[in-house]
Nanobody, 127 residues
């Protein structure tokens, strides 16, 4: 059974940083790819980055260029998202999701390409 658990959200000040983690069980990142999404109140779920273990970050939204970085820890089967220079508009629930490698062929990647989702972690950026 595939399970994802996102953590690391919370309250942060504008200009600050946060690190979100997505811990996975039931599958290997070697055969899969991860997407990070966010959903702000009243908005649709927005794709942020798409990452494959073999090729690194394949795609990222313009809104996160230079501020959002993905890293992975194979030993812990965890993929993390480092967010810097936080802005109030980054306030949202952040989700990690998993797709089979090779399924995503269009960008931004549609949510329907991902077969498993973590429960989300809330990030609030406010002074």
């Amino acid at each position: 059974e595939v399970q994802l658990q996102a953590s690391g959200g919370g309250l942060a000040q504008p200009g600050g940083s946060l690190r979100l983690s997505c811990a996975a069980s039931g599958f290997s990142w070697d055969d899969s790819a991860v997407g990070w999404f966010r959903q702000a109140p009243g908005n649709e779920r927005e794709a942020l980055l798409y990452w494959e273990s073999s090729g690194g970050v394949t795609w990222n939204a313009d809104s996160v260029e230079g501020r959002f970085t993905i890293s992975n820890d194979n030993a812990k089967n965890t993929v993390s998202l480092q967010i810097t220079s936080l802005k109030p508009e980054d306030t949202a629930v952040y989700y990690c999701a998993v797709a089979l490698k090779g399924v995503v062929r269009t960008y931004p990647p549609p949510t329907s390409d991902f077969h498993s989702w973590g429960p989300g972690t809330l990030v609030t950026v406010s002074s």
